[in-house]
């Protein structure tokens, strides 16, 4: 009877054994499951906030900064319409990638190609009845607007539009504000911030190169052709241009835009001359003007015509005006 019970008990000892190693072993994959379900929730929380650090360093909405009339706006969410009223502002738009949203530009916006088939709003004397037709989200504007039209551009707030005032601009430093600016305003931080450091470390490489430069050259600027000859001095993008490459306003005893007569250009004897409209005999035309014969750039065919867009309008593409003028100017190192 004893040996019996022994038996059992060693019979049931077995069983309960192996109950316990199948349960054990059907636990493991559950708690290997929710280990893993737990790994995975944290990762996803680590991805959201990631996300979310990414969102705020690029600046969600709402934003608020204060624009070139000194005004403190605030945009609740990011604008889908946008009116500019400026071909700089346009241009720096598209720069920024926002083509598809331009719903209205000036009546002299040319730039890029795509911006001649957008809605013209006119320029200096605004569409008013147009641009309200077009319910954008936001009216970019210059300071001429707003010292000019405060009656139009309160209208426009009234009804809910965002009015941001562009002010003019002189040097490169205003521009990459500006375009830092609409940036904001836009939602296009992060591109604005790639534009103005593609723009720095170009104008950088070219005044490092500038550094070669051993005998610099004279150089007369025309922005408009005789007889109402207008030059460019101290105080503007073409000056500027000038000095980063080493080369030497012939105006550059005058202040902003000015206007000389050609027997003050004849003694200034400038070594190149640049000009910034089209002729069809530009050579030809300049060379014929009384006393001119014996301007050196006269003499060594040193006369040559620019983009006028490119080094006049505050906008990204002044990079490219500062460039071509380094290998017109100094061709034997920019070249």
């Not at 929730?41 to 000194?70: H, L, Y």
């Not at 013209?120 to 010292?147: C, R």
């Not at 290998?327 to 920019?334: A, D």
Request: net charge negative.
């Amino acid at each position: 009877m004893t040996k019996k019970i022994l038996k059992n008990w060693g019979l049931a000892s077995i069983i309960l054994l192996l109950m316990v190693v199948f349960l054990t072993a059907c636990g493991t994959p559950n708690e290997e499951e929710q280990a893993n379900a737990q790994e995975n929730e944290s990762e996803s929380v680590e991805e959201e906030q990631t996300e979310e650090t990414d969102d705020q360093s690029e600046g969600q909405f709402p934003v608020t900064f204060v624009d070139d009339a000194g005004k403190e706006i605030t945009i609740e969410e990011e604008p889908e319409r946008i009116v500019s009223i400026q071909a700089s502002i346009t241009e720096i738009s598209f720069a920024l990638g926002l083509g598809d949203k331009m719903v209205g530009v000036s009546d002299f916006c040319n730039f890029p190609e795509e911006a001649l088939s957008v809605e013209n709003v006119g320029g200096q004397d605004m569409n008013v009845e147009l641009i309200l037709s077009l319910l954008p989200d936001i009216v970019f504007v210059t300071d001429y607007h707003h010292n000019n039209h405060g009656e139009i551009l309160s209208e426009f707030e009234e009804v809910g539009m965002k009015v941001v005032v562009i002010g003019s601009k002189s040097n490169f430093e205003e521009v990459y504000d500006s375009i830092a600016l609409i940036g904001t305003a836009t939602g296009a931080s992060s591109e604005a911030e790639e534009i103005i450091s593609d723009m720095k470390e170009r104008h950088e490489i070219v005044k490092e190169k500038a550094e070669a430069v051993t005998d610099k050259k004279s150089v007369w600027v025309e922005v408009s052709p005789a007889p109402d000859i207008f030059t460019t001095g101290q105080g503007t993008f073409m000056h500027e241009m000038l000095e980063s490459i080493q080369a030497v306003n012939a105006a550059e005893d005058h202040e902003g835009w000015v206007m000389l007569t050609e027997e003050e250009i004849v003694q200034l004897q400038p070594d190149v001359i640049i000009t910034t409209y089209h002729s069809e005999d530009l050579q030809g035309e300049v060379s014929s003007r009384d006393g001119w014969t014996e301007v050196p750039a006269v003499i060594n065919e040193q006369i040559f015509d620019v983009e006028s867009d490119t080094v006049v309008r505050p906008g990204p593409r002044l990079i490219e005006g500062v460039e071509t003028l380094a290998k017109l100017i100094y061709p034997e190192i920019f070249q």
